[in-house]
T-cell receptor, first 111, second 113 residues
């Protein structure tokens, strides 16, 4: 079983739609959680951190459920520019701070 | 405002050739990482360096070696390239503390023929 699992998609949604991605992680000792965005043939960039209480940044909402060991990302009012691959990232406890990536979920927002 | 700089951006090698991928960061980060990204596989950790002077294996270290030359620089070496090492390689760096962002270089697209 992979440490971090995501639905690979692709998700094809019309502009203005709401779309949600889920990610599950297997290591219960994981302590930090993130969503990264990766555009085609580019490097990953941080979209947002995920906090236990849930957090929102504009049209994006991230939630963490430690009991069920999953993370979610909700995108409201999708824009064409949201088309990208979204990567779930988990850091386990320990000094190395290794980032473990999910395989990514591809989103295409259609006009 | 360079961040993480990787060289080269593109490389074609013949099977058995060797090469070194260079990575440098100017953010004074302690931790540096090398990942490879293959279609449908996400990013997989090859090696990491938690701090200057230390290196450790990640998920897929076979066929690679690394050197943490100083706090800024972390290089990845392929001693005898194989077609299975055709991939996109990313270097990243981050700082200690929870919720800290990792910054990535632009990637090196390596093809081994």
């Amino acid at each position: 079983r992979k440490e971090v699992e995501q639905d690979p998609g692709p998700f094809n949604v019309p502009e203005g739609a709401t779309v949600a991605f889920n990610c599950t992680y297997s290591n219960s000792a994981s302590q930090s959680f993130f969503w990264y965005r990766q555009d085609c043939r580019k490097e990953p960039k941080l979209l947002m951190s995920v906090y236990s209480s849930g957090n929102e940044d504009g049209r994006f909402t991230a939630q963490l459920n430690r009991a069920s060991q999953y993370i979610s990302l909700l995108i409201r009012d999708s824009k064409l520019s949201d088309s990208a691959t979204y990567l779930c990232v988990v850091i386990a406890s320990g000094s190395a701070r290794q980032l473990t990536f999910g395989s990514g979920t591809q989103l295409t927002v259609l006009p | 405002n360079a961040g993480v700089t990787q060289t080269p951006k593109f490389q074609v090698l013949k099977t058995g050739q060797s090469m070194t991928l260079q990575c440098a960061q100017d953010m004074n980060h302690n931790s540096m990482y090398w990942y490879r990204q293959d279609p449908g596989m996400g990013l997989r950790l090859i090696y990491y360096s938690a701090s200057e002077g230390t290196t450790d294996k990640g998920e897929v270290p076979n066929g690679y070696n690394v050197s943490r030359l100083n706090k800024r620089e972390f290089s990845l070496r392929l001693e005898s390239a194989a077609p299975s090492q055709t991939s996109v390689y990313f270097c990243a760096s981050s700082e200690w503390g929870r919720g800290t962002e990792a910054f990535f270089g632009q990637g090196t697209r390596l093809t081994v023929v």
